[in-house]
């Protein structure tokens, strides 16, 4: 938890930096485009003001050479004409470039805004994509992350407008030159001596391509990757909103998956990746109002103490997640299941009433032998018990319910079912779940 309260402060932290350093560079701009139009002006006066204004004084003070400084007069003004004309057109140029930046800050506002409305990232992975195609609308732009190990790349967002995607074969971030390398890269054609050799083989046949690295905290997690026909210009306008476009991907899905770790560290058992105690709970009173059916059972693996002191505790550890990953493999999605603590655990069934519930502890049953098996690990076995949840009744009340049941066959005798009535007494189950 504290690990991941540093990291999202360090991605805060670096994000308001990085905005700072735009602030500050946009100031810097506006005050270096400043003095180059005074300095210009000055240019423009010194230049061609101040020799015309000398050239009619001088004109006036020698009218009776004017035949002769004519041509002279005209040679000057033409020349002072261009000047001026080239001025003029560096003025435009910087305008332009002006305008272009602006334009880039903007849209790059607008998807970080956009973003930062996302609350999960796949979310976050339907915004990037419309960003692609208000950029790149005519050619194949995909997003490659890595998984959280970052040793493996997939395709998380893209667009195809021809129908066929970009279709990068890097498998993984170190496979990649601009992912490798930490800068973008451009590939005018891929069958040129120093193309990215994973150009080959495209649908596409022969082609360019621009890639552009994605990074989270300063390391590189993932590349944009876009695609077009063979020696196609590289567009600058593209290139920096590709780029604008990375830097939010990566600042926004970084903070998102940091929530994520930090919402399932707090939700789940850290040894079983099932719910902990408290997740189970909250999540039982947010469905259970929608279930007029349901049951819960309460679950223990049989001598497992023993089990623990003949093979040491990091069997006993592959025990339990074994039984879990038994339990949520064999039971529906749907189905809560919790690690109450120990080798207790305790599963919520809504819509199920005690024989449904039952057909569903009955398959765990028969599957843990033959995955202890595969799996190498002793032979052990889980005993059960059931209830079916009563109309309002407390969940702790229907816990306890399940508990006395679980004792009960617990002293019949282990490896088994039993259901308990809301007087707590033993009811049969279809002999099909009774073994």
Not at 359 to 378: F, H, I, M, S, Y
Request: hydrophobic content about 45%; charged content about 25%; some cysteine.
């Amino acid at each position: 938890m504290a690990d991941a309260d540093v990291r999202r402060s360090e991605l805060i932290s670096a994000e308001e930096a990085r905005r700072q350093r735009e602030h500050a560079a946009s100031i810097g701009l506006f005050v270096v485009n400043a003095m180059f139009v005074v300095l210009a002006g000055i240019a423009t006066w010194i230049v061609v003001d101040l020799p015309l204004n000398r050239l009619a004084q001088a004109t006036v003070a020698a009218a009776g050479v004017a035949v002769l400084a004519a041509p002279a007069a005209i040679l000057i003004r033409r020349r002072l004409a261009r000047i001026a004309t080239k001025s003029a057109r560096v003025l435009e140029q910087q305008q332009r470039r002006l305008d272009r930046e602006h334009e880039h800050r903007e849209f790059e506002a607008q998807v970080a805004d956009a973003l930062d409305m996302a609350d999960n990232e796949n979310d976050a992975l339907r915004i990037i994509e419309r960003a692609f195609t208000q950029v790149s609308p005519d050619n194949a732009v995909e997003l490659l992350l890595a998984d959280n190990s970052h040793a493996h790349l997939s395709r998380t967002a893209f667009i195809a407008p021809g129908g066929e995607p970009a279709g990068c074969r890097v498998a993984s971030p170190q496979e990649c030159p601009a992912a490798r390398r930490g800068r973008s890269h451009y590939f005018p054609d891929s069958n040129e001596v120093n193309a990215c050799p994973k150009l080959e083989g495209r649908a596409l046949g022969r082609c360019s391509a621009l890639c552009v690295p994605v990074s989270i905290m300063g390391r590189t997690v993932g590349v944009v990757h876009t695609i077009a026909a063979a020696h196609t210009p590289l567009d600058e306008t593209v290139l920096e909103d590709l780029q604008g476009i990375a830097n939010q991907a990566g600042t926004r899905l970084g903070m998102l998956r940091i929530v994520a770790e930090t919402q399932l560290q707090a939700t789940t058992d850290a040894l079983t990746g099932l719910l902990n105690r408290r997740a189970f709970e909250n999540d039982y009173r947010r469905i259970r109002s929608d279930s007029a059916v349901a049951a819960i059972a309460m679950a223990d693996l049989d001598h497992f103490k023993d089990l623990n002191d003949t093979y040491g505790h990091d069997t006993g550890d592959r025990a339990l997640r074994l039984f879990a990953a038994t339990l949520r493999s064999n039971l529906r999605a749907e189905d809560l299941v919790s690690r109450r603590g120990g080798e207790e655990f305790a599963i919520f069934f809504p819509g199920y009433d005690a024989v449904a519930a039952a057909t569903g502890l009955e398959r765990v049953r028969d599957q843990l032998g033959a995955t202890l098996r595969a799996a190498g690990l002793p032979s052990y076995t889980a005993s059960f018990g059931l209830v079916e949840a009563g109309p309002d009744e407390d969940l702790d009340v229907m816990l306890a319910r399940a508990d006395a049941a679980l004792f009960a066959a617990k002293a019949a005798g282990r490896d088994r079912i039993v259901l308990h009535d809301r007087n707590g007494m033993p009811v049969a189950l279809p002999g099909a779940v009774t073994r």
